[in-house]
């Protein structure tokens, strides 16, 4: 049982909460504490997240729409494919592993100030491509501009990152 899963079950889940694939959102199935029948329960945090209470546990959305669907916890982490951590469709979601969850980053760190693109960083006057292969940072080359050290970026993304949806 991973860290974030629970003895929750399918059934349980199933019991309390409707879910749509369609649109990705549950609902209540019946009156609980506080809660009225049909409405959402979820509420997303300061990480960007969104998650539900269920007998006074705290659990990611995604997570119990992976139990709610599939009748078990997912093994890995699950990956929301279009980046969207709100967008809680089955088909925006899979079981992936550490690694292939972060291979799958849309945006750069916040930390990225020097251009605001993925894999691309200021190096003097010039711009610096870097991807990590196999968890070890690679040079992909210099470039005059962020765009250019960005494109040469995604295009090692794309060959060496099987989990990149971009």
């Not at 049982?1 to 990705?24: H, I, Q, V, W």
Request: glycine residues 10%; charged residues 25%.
């Amino acid at each position: 049982m991973s860290k974030f899963n629970s003895t929750l079950t399918a059934e349980r889940c199933r019991e309390l909460l409707d879910y749509d694939p369609e649109t990705g959102v549950f609902t209540t199935r019946i009156k609980r504490q506080g809660s009225k029948v049909g409405i959402s329960p979820g509420y997303t945090k300061e990480n960007g997240y969104s998650y539900m209470h269920i007998d006074m546990v705290s659990y990611m959305t995604h997570r119990l729409v992976w139990l709610w669907v599939n009748g078990s916890w997912p093994v890995g982490e699950i990956d929301h494919i279009d980046g969207n951590k709100l967008n809680n469709r089955i088909m925006n979601l899979r079981d992936v592993d550490r690694a292939m969850n972060t291979q799958n980053v849309k945006k750069a760190r916040r930390n990225n100030k020097s251009s605001g693109l993925l894999g691309a960083y200021r190096k003097g006057n010039r711009w610096q491509a870097q991807i990590r292969i196999g968890g070890v940072g690679t040079t992909l080359g210099t470039f005059s501009t962020p765009e250019e050290a960005h494109a040469a970026y995604l295009g090692a993304k794309r060959l060496f990152h099987p989990g990149c949806t971009i």
